[in-house]
């Protein structure tokens, strides 16, 4: 029943008006005119009702079109408070509670007369603020960040070169000649999980390297992202409950993609998204042709 209300009734119903009215004009007026003459006003007729019909449709699909324009719009924003909000949960307030705890310490050990300890913790807090600060910064630059939205592998570059510059740990790049072509939803979110996953390197893995990879498996069937690093690891279970990581999930689930966090057997982490392709025609080739991309290694 919902369907139904949802149907473009005039649309269905005006073709159906239109030739019904045909015939009867060319049965009730026409029937003693000339033949030519009778056509000539029948097919007048058909091409008035015609363009009648065809200015309602476009402005039904104006407005369908403006609709949907306005849900993705909201749905955008919607996506981009929570993003938002994982950023803040897993860097601000982490580091607010950190710091709340250190004052506190202070505080307490200046009441029992040690003050050098507490002047310890009170550096501990200082050091705190730098990080927030730093970390904020960041955070403001990545939402402000347009780079999703250029070709993919500029992109993973700009972002192997941020990450380096903000965090001095050393990162490989393996990127192929040339990929298969990609929705603009497909690269945003190829780009954003990426970006997160470098971010949970630099604030949590302790690492010394780091390596980002996209590749193409399966005879070109899948297409694969990994992010590894050689840090402490996480608890591939325990980890999946972070803001961040809910976050990437989202996103890899949204282009028909699937995540996994892995702890490779030599120790670190792996973050790996596997983005299924469409299947290749006889020529080799899929719907998607292969693009290449300038700057690939």
């Known amino acids: 029943?919902?369907?139904?209300?949802?149907?473009?009734?005039?649309?269905?119903?005006?073709?159906?008006?239109?030739?019904?009215?045909?015939?009867?004009?060319?049965?009730?007026?026409?029937?003693?005119?000339?033949?030519?003459?009778?056509?000539?006003?029948?097919?007048?007729?058909?091409?008035?009702?015609?363009?009648?019909?065809?200015?309602?449709a476009l402005s039904v699909i104006e407005r369908l079109s403006r609709d949907l324009?306005?849900?993705?719009?909201?749905?955008?924003?919607?996506?981009?408070?929570?993003?938002?909000?994982?950023?803040?949960?897993?860097?601000?307030?982490?580091?607010?509670?950190?710091?709340?705890?250190?004052?506190?310490?202070?505080?307490a050990l200046l009441g029992e007369g040690k003050p050098e300890e507490a002047l310890h913790h009170l550096r501990e807090a200082k050091d705190g603020?730098?990080?927030?600060?730093?970390?904020?910064?960041?955070?403001?630059?990545?939402?402000?960040?347009?780079?999703?939205?250029?070709?993919?592998?500029?992109?993973?570059?700009?972002?192997?070169?941020?990450?380096?510059?903000?965090?001095?740990?050393?990162?490989?790049?393996?990127?192929?000649?040339?990929?298969?072509?990609l929705t603009?939803?497909?690269?945003?979110?190829?780009?954003?999980?990426?970006?997160?996953?470098?971010?949970?390197?630099?604030?949590?893995?302790r690492a010394g390297k780091a390596a980002l990879s996209v590749s193409l498996q399966e005879g070109g069937r899948l297409l694969e992202v990994v992010v590894r690093d050689d840090g402490t690891g996480f608890d591939p279970e325990a980890v999946k409950a972070g803001i961040g990581l809910s976050e990437m999930e989202r996103l890899a689930r949204e282009i028909g993609g699937r995540l996994a966090f892995e702890r490779p057997p030599g120790g670190g982490a792996l973050v790996r998204l596997g983005l299924p392709l469409p299947p290749r025609g006889e020529n080799g080739k899929g719907s998607r042709a292969p693009l290449p991309l300038d700057g690939a290694e």
């Open 184 to 205: 603009q939803a497909e690269r945003a979110a190829i780009f954003r999980i990426a970006q997160e996953a470098l971010t949970n390197v630099r604030k949590h893995a």
């Open 129 to 181: 603020v730098g990080f927030a600060y730093q970390d904020l910064r960041e955070t403001i630059e990545a939402l402000r960040s347009t780079e999703w939205n250029k070709p993919l592998v500029p992109a993973l570059k700009n972002l192997a070169a941020n990450f380096y510059r903000q965090s001095g740990i050393e990162i490989e790049l393996h990127l192929p000649g040339e990929l298969p072509e």
């Open 69 to 107: 324009h306005e849900e993705k719009a909201q749905k955008a924003l919607m996506d981009q408070r929570e993003r938002i909000a994982g950023q803040l949960h897993d860097s601000l307030a982490q580091t607010l509670f950190f710091l709340n705890a250190e004052l506190d310490r202070a505080i």
């Open 1 to 56: 029943m919902q369907r139904l209300k949802q149907v473009p009734w005039p649309l269905v119903i005006l073709p159906a008006l239109l030739v019904g009215g045909f015939e009867f004009a060319r049965h009730t007026f026409f029937d003693a005119t000339p033949e030519a003459v009778g056509n000539l006003a029948v097919a007048g007729m058909a091409a008035a009702g015609s363009l009648v019909y065809y200015l309602y």
